[in-house]
């Protein structure tokens, strides 16, 4: 289910003018549904060198997925066909789970409020938690 894109090795997706990169990818990116598509456009680029092809997927790119998905994304996995994320809403509050369902697309946000990484990282891992 991922679809392909073209990265700066200093970061950021080649935006639709082929020109610029973009810190986030968004739908304004260039975006291919197979390696060779993307490798086509590559081999047109002046400095082919200084990008890399990348897959994007609901694991690596989750609030491309998920636009309800909000926050600084710290980990993700997969698991009974949902994404699980380590979410910070915002710089310095409390982390949080939030489930993704791949099918539905929704976003649900675990009431649990965790203080520090380490005791989110810990429910994470051992997935301890009601889906």
Same mark, same amino acid.
């Given at each position: 289910?991922? @679809?392909?894109?073209?990265?700066? @090795? %200093?970061?950021? &997706? =080649?935006?639709?003018?082929?020109?610029? &990169?973009?810190?986030?990818? *968004?739908?304004?990116?260039?975006?291919?549904?197979?390696?060779? *598509?993307?490798?086509?456009? =590559?081999?047109?680029?002046?400095? /082919?060198? +200084?990008?890399?092809?990348?897959? !994007?997927?609901?694991?690596? $790119?989750?609030? $491309?997925?998920? /636009?309800?998905?909000?926050? @600084?994304?710290?980990?993700? #996995?997969?698991?009974?066909?949902?994404?699980?994320? !380590?979410?910070? /809403?915002?710089?310095?509050?409390? &982390? #949080?789970? %939030?489930?993704? *369902?791949?099918?539905?697309?929704?976003? #649900?946000?675990?009431? +649990?409020? $965790?203080?520090?990484?380490?005791?989110?990282?810990?429910? &994470? %891992?051992?997935?301890?938690?009601?889906?």
């Amino acid at each position: 289910m991922g @679809i392909f894109a073209l990265q700066s @090795i %200093a970061g950021g &997706f =080649l935006d639709e003018d082929l020109k610029h &990169f973009n810190k986030v990818f *968004d739908d304004w990116c260039v975006q291919f549904d197979s390696l060779e *598509d993307a490798q086509l456009i =590559l081999d047109t680029l002046e400095q /082919p060198d +200084t990008v890399k092809i990348v897959e !994007i997927t609901p694991l690596s $790119y989750p609030k $491309y997925f998920f /636009p309800k998905l909000q926050g @600084i994304i710290h980990a993700t #996995r997969e698991y009974e066909g949902k994404i699980i994320c !380590i979410v910070e /809403p915002q710089m310095g509050m409390s &982390f #949080r789970i %939030a489930v993704c *369902d791949m099918k539905t697309k929704k976003v #649900r946000m675990l009431r +649990t409020r $965790y203080k520090s990484a380490q005791s989110v990282e810990g429910v &994470f %891992a051992n997935l301890s938690f009601e889906l």
